[in-house]
């Protein structure tokens, strides 16, 4: 198997799920074949083989699948599930499901780290309600101190006391429960996990390569600095590079004869975290195309 494929509860209520059982069987087979880009490759044997029926079911499958629908639920390709590339078959609503499917861990992901910050808020909270029941020093007496200097002192004592008895990890991570969610929200990674992608040579490669891309296409010159980089290799933990360069060609398609939208053809624009996920939903069959035909490839193109 080449990856993972989230079977969606809502095929049950599709026209699909209508067809026989044999061509039900090798849809499935087909989404679970399917690489990154929806691409199957395999023959019609191969793919009868592996759906565990007959190559002439498999090739009256394929026929159903291929053929318009005008019950579908989607009408990208009029209906169509499937279109024939070289090599195999293309799942035609591949993209906007594994768009969803992102949309769903990313919000698993969210509720887990809204969990995790609660519970180092107890955490938190537990140490100071230790760390003030603790008698002040004896060293200095505070009661006849104006208030100013009172807090002061308490101040000082206390950050002694957590340093001795809080984990160093909640004085790190605890700025405020509502800045780590804030942070969390804003990036799917930690504060380390970003400085590594930033060091990461390759990821550094693959960014200043979509950099070129967008300068060879548009013939901007926005120069290689963290400020373009980091938001490039941001986008690059959540997509890979062939679809963030899909991205930067439709947006061009779109954008460049418009005088109003053609300024923000930049990458903060382009590679903004929302504006980004908007631009990879909004891709087309033609596009899953172009990425699958330019995936084997080591380097994004230049035209």
Known sequence: MQGYTKLFGSILASTIWREPDTTRLVWITMLALSNKHGVVEASVPGLAALSRVSEPAARMALATLSAPDLDSRSQLEDGRRIVAVDGGWLLVTHA??????NRDLRRNYLAVK????RARRKAREAVNTNVNSQ?????VNPVNLPDKRKKKIRSKKNQKLLSEQAPTSIEQEFSGCKQDEASNIASP?????????????????????????????????????V?????????L?????WTLAAVVRRQWAH????????PYFRPATLFN??????YVGQLTTEDDRWIAAHAEGAHVPVS
């Open 96 to 101: 906007k499901y594994r768009a969803k499917m």
């Open 237 to 241: 933990q959540e997509y890979d590079h």
């Open 227 to 235: 400020a373009n980089l980091r938001m490039i290799q941001a986008r």
């Open 114 to 117: 809204q969990q995790e910050c």
């Open 255 to 262: 954008w460049h004869a418009d005088e109003k939208m053609r």
């Open 189 to 225: 990674t930690t504060i380390q996990q970003s400085a590594t992608a930033t060091s990461n040579p390759h990821a550094k490669n693959v960014a200043s390569e979509l950099l070129d891309f967008v300068n060879e296409t548009a013939g901007t010159h926005f120069r290689p600095v």
């Open 135 to 139: 008698p002040l020093s004896t060293t």
């Open 273 to 278: 975290r929302e504006k980004c996920a908007q």
